[in-house]
């Protein structure tokens, strides 16, 4: 909900802040206060198109900006936070909500600049967090629900989770069938060019199967290389290394090698270690290292013995094998395991390049099988969305009735067509019939002012609870009633707010009446200043007796407004 309004130099408004509520917030005053100031200041504030003529006179720029409270995972939230802007979150009594700031001034030349969350922004996007926001009802602002789109989906929302399942079915066999309509297209599309590319991507795979490459080969295959290229050399170290370490059958002087010494050393110990702890610690070293030694020479050895003695094949198998590879990675990729990649992918492409015969006929069963659900889906999401409609339009056309226009019935109409979209096989309009007689016709079209805004009062009433903006602004609901009438605008409004919060511009005290926030808006004796005050109940039925009677002195008006006040509450 909007928690507060700031309007700044805007026509005779110098400097106001509106703290707004929840429920029903009525803004009243004499003709000429500047009423409908607020309404030019939530409309900028929806993206409408900034007046240079409502900057206040004298004054280089006007200002309307708005603080609005939202759950955190309202979709403004997120809008704001796409365009740049930051909203500041807060716990309150254990839910996540957010804070989202709006900003809108207007220069005296006609230059207007928008802000959101902080951060400036296209008016465009001030205006598409704003719709997500307050819906404004007035004689020359936009309906809320005047597109096809907005009609449909108030409409799906109204019918409830029958719908949404149908719907829900209808997309998916949708999307199925134009997956296999495209794929049937592009296969009878370009097809010399098609089986050009089919035969180049077959060929190459041709190739890359034919050397059965695998993944890490050509990594295992140059090391392998190395080795075999270096195989004399590494038999000799590692033989000479044995030597070394143990001696060899040809050696002359087998006390010469690092085990022999190793156990020189050993025994020369362990004949007087007894004598010295510290000796016994130093013979206990000199044993490891020569069982050390001992290993290693066993291991060299047997590294020795197990070269293979049929290298040079070997070698030239490896060689040839690597040719192979190379061959695949200058065409294909650096490396095997990128040639395989690029393979992988060459397979998916060349399944859409090549349509069998028999998967094409399996193409088109599908697309008839698939065409066929669709029309019954779409069938019977026509049916439903139909009893929805005709529900939907004697609830609004009941509550036109109790709002001053008793011949009036709104006429929902759900028409077949021809060509499936998203949302199905037909189109929704609501129109209005103003008396029985009447040919029906769009909404907006041959209503006044005030028609339409009880028009669309009695609309949001119905929908509130299914399809629900947080804030509501109606300006003129009233025009050209009173008595019952007035008394049932304001208890429908009242109605409303319980599930939303309603803005009311007014001039009748019944309407008033139902407030559960009275907020004045009075001008100075020159009227060339307005400001804004929230009523007391006392000044709320100072302020009703004026609105009745033009005398708020009147002791008669004020009983009367007593009267009003306690006939709301019950």
Request: glycine share 8%; charged share 25%; hydrophobic share 45%.
């Amino acid at each position: 909900m909007i928690e507060e309004i700031h309007i700044h130099d805007l026509g005779v408004i110098t400097d106001a802040v509106l703290p707004l509520g929840p429920g029903l917030s009525i803004l009243s005053g004499e003709t000429g206060a500047g009423k409908t100031m607020v309404v030019t200041a939530l409309g900028m504030l929806l993206g409408n198109r900034a007046d240079a003529g409502s900057v206040r006179s004298g004054s280089t720029k006007a200002l309307a900006e708005a603080t609005v409270r939202v759950p955190s995972d309202h979709a403004a939230v997120a809008l704001v936070e796409e365009s740049g802007g930051a909203v500041d979150s807060e716990t309150v009594n254990g839910t996540e909500e957010s804070l989202v700031l709006l900003s809108r001034t207007v220069s005296a030349e006609g230059r207007s600049r928008a802000h959101v969350g902080g951060r400036s922004a296209p008016v465009g996007t001030l205006g598409t967090v704003g719709e997500t926001l307050v819906a404004v009802h007035g004689q020359s602002d936009q309906l809320r629900l005047k597109s096809p789109a907005a009609q449909r989906t108030a409409l799906d929302d109204y019918a409830g989770a029958d719908v949404a399942e149908e719907l829900a079915t209808y997309r998916g066999k949708l999307a199925r069938y134009r997956e296999v309509v495209a794929t049937l297209h592009v296969a009878k599309e370009n097809s010399r060019e098609r089986a050009l590319q089919a035969q180049a991507l077959t060929t190459a795979l041709e190739e890359i199967d034919a050397v059965e490459p695998v993944p890490g080969e050509d990594a295992q295959l140059d090391a392998e290389s190395e080795k075999l290229t270096n195989l004399e050399a590494l038999r000799g170290a590692a033989l000479s290394a044995h030597g070394a370490l143990s001696g060899s059958d040809a050696d002359d002087e087998p006390d010469l090698n690092a085990v022999a010494l190793l156990s020189h050393a050993q025994q020369a110990l362990d004949l007087v270690a007894e004598s010295d702890p510290e000796l016994v610690a130093l013979a206990t070293r000199v044993r490891e290292l020569t069982v050390v030694a001992a290993d290693v020479a066993a291991d060299l050895s047997g590294y020795a013995s197990g070269l293979d003695e049929d290298g040079p094949a070997r070698l030239a198998e490896v060689e040839a094998r690597r040719s192979a590879l190379r061959a695949l990675t200058k065409k294909y990729g650096a490396s095997i395991d990128e040639v395989l990649s690029w393979a992988d992918e060459a397979r998916t492409r060349l399944e859409g390049l090549v349509v069998d015969p028999q998967r094409e006929e399996q193409l088109r069963a599908e697309g008839e099988s698939l065409h066929a659900a669709l029309v019954k889906h779409a069938t019977r999401l026509l049916e439903l969305r139909r009893v929805a409609a005709k529900k939907l339009a004697g609830a609004v056309s009941e509550e036109l009735s109790a709002l001053a226009m008793p011949n009036a019935s709104l006429v929902v109409a759900v028409e077949p067509s021809e060509r499936f979209t998203d949302d199905g096989r037909d189109t929704i309009e609501f129109m209005l019939a103003p008396h029985p007689q009447a040919t029906p016709r769009p909404l907006g079209k041959g209503a006044s002012g005030g028609e339409l805004s009880r028009i669309m009062l009695a609309l949001e009433v119905v929908l509130s609870e299914v399809d629900p903006v947080p804030t509501f602004v109606f300006d003129e609901v009233d025009s050209g009633v009173g008595g019952k009438a007035a008394v049932e605008i304001g208890r429908r409004l009242k109605m409303l707010a319980k599930n939303v919060q309603v803005l009311v511009v007014t001039h009748l005290p019944q309407v008033a009446a139902f407030a559960d926030q009275h907020i004045l808006v009075t001008k100075s004796s020159d009227s060339s200043v307005s400001d804004v005050k929230v009523l007391t109940d006392e000044e709320r039925v100072v302020e009703l007796a004026r609105m009745l009677a033009g005398h708020e002195d009147s002791r008669a008006a004020r009983e009367h407004a007593r009267e009003l006040m306690r006939d709301a509450t019950a």
